[in-house]
C-alpha cells in the first residue's frame, strides 16, 4: 500500500497551477485542472525530461481542412526537451498511448483534522484553574 504525503496546502496550488514535490524519494509534480488533482512523475519516458518545466497545453482537433477545435486547454504537458505529450488525467501519451506513459500517483484533498488525527490517541486528562493554580486530575 502506499504512503501518504502531505505536499500542499490547496491554497498554494491555484487552478491551472502545478508543484513541484518530493515523495519517498520520487520527484513528483502535482496538477490542479479546474480543481481536480492529478500527479505525474517529474521524469519524462523518453529522455528523462523534467515535466514540472513543460508548457501546459491542449488539443487540437479537426474534422476537415479549415475546420480546427481547440479542446483540453491546460490538461496536456509537453515535455521541455523534446516535445512529447502527455495527458495530465491519464499519463498517456498523445503519440503512442498505449505503450508511452508518465507514471501516475493517487491524490487526494483531506482535511487537516483528519491527517492530524492519525491511528495514535493519547490519553488525556480534565485540566481546571482553581485560585490562580492548574489542577490537573489523574
Known amino acids: 500500500m502506499a504512503k501518504k504525503h502531505v505536499v500542499a496546502a490547496v491554497s498554494e496550488l491555484p487552478p491551472g497551477g ?12 502535482v496538477f490542479n485542472l479546474g480543481g481536480e488533482y492529478f500527479a505525474l512523475a517529474n521524469r519524462c519516458p523518453h529522455r528523462g525530461g523534467d515535466l514540472s518545466k513543460g508548457l501546459l497545453t491542449g488539443l487540437v482537433l ?14 496536456i504537458v509537453r515535455c521541455p526537451w ?24 493517487g491524490v487526494s484533498v483531506e482535511k487537516g483534522a483528519k491527517l492530524i ?11 481546571s484553574v482553581e485560585n490562580d493554580y492548574v489542577v490537573v486530575e489523574a
Do not use: M
Not at 514535490?21 to 513528483?28: C, L, T
Not at 523534446?82 to 488525467?89: G, P
Not at 498523445?94 to 500517483?105: H, I, N, Q
Not at 488525527?117 to 485540566?127: L, R, W
Open 62 to 75: 479537426s474534422g476537415e481542412p479549415g475546420e480546427y477545435e481547440y479542446i483540453r486547454q491546460g490538461e
Open 18 to 29: 502545478r508543484k513541484l514535490v518530493e515523495a519517498s524519494g520520487r520527484a513528483i509534480v
Open 117 to 127: 488525527e492519525g491511528p495514535y490517541v493519547a490519553e488525556t486528562f480534565k485540566v
Open 82 to 105: 523534446h516535445n512529447w505529450e502527455f495527458d495530465i488525467r491519464t499519463g498517456k501519451s498523445w503519440c503512442d498511448p498505449e505503450k508511452v506513459k508518465a507514471r501516475r500517483f
